[in-house]
Nanobody, 128 residues
Framework: QVQLVESGGGLVQAGVSLRLSCAAS????????LGWFRQAAGKEREFVAA????????DYADSVKGRITISRDNSRRTVWLQMNRLTPQDTAIYYC?????????????????????WGQGTQVTVSS
């Protein structure tokens, strides 16, 4: 089981950029896809972005395409979520998670149930 720790959240104004980080505790992180999800108050957790073990495959929710970029550096066991032009609708707790399934897979999933290890989350609040 890999421990994931998110950071980089905060209170920001609409229109600015923010970069979230997710650091993993174990080398096995490098062999699995990683995803970012978010959960706003009173709403279900929703998919934001995912990246395969080697970064060759990525996927984004339609609502964030063009504004958000996911990337990773396996040597640093870190995955990032670069968020630009933030809006109040981006306000949520952001979680990173490690994808279940075979190692070294090029497929990524938008389904929370396909992820087995989750971080504690980092709060992002965007004021108008």
């Amino acid at each position: 089981q890999v421990q994931l720790v998110e950071s980089g959240g905060g209170l920001v104004q609409a229109g600015v950029s923010l970069r979230l980080s997710c650091a993993a505790s174990l080398p096995m992180f490098s062999r699995h896809g990683l995803g970012w999800f978010r959960q706003a108050a009173g709403k279900e957790r929703e998919f934001v972005a995912a990246i395969s073990w080697n970064g060759a495959s990525t996927d984004y929710a339609d609502s964030v395409k063009g504004r958000i970029t996911i990337s990773r550096d396996n040597s640093r066991r870190t995955v990032w979520l670069q968020m630009n032009r933030l809006t109040p609708q981006d306000t949520a707790i952001y979680y990173c998670a490690a994808q279940r399934g075979p190692e070294f897979s090029d497929s990524v999933s938008p389904r929370p149930t396909d992820y087995g290890d989750w971080g504690q989350g980092t709060q992002v609040t965007v004021s108008s």
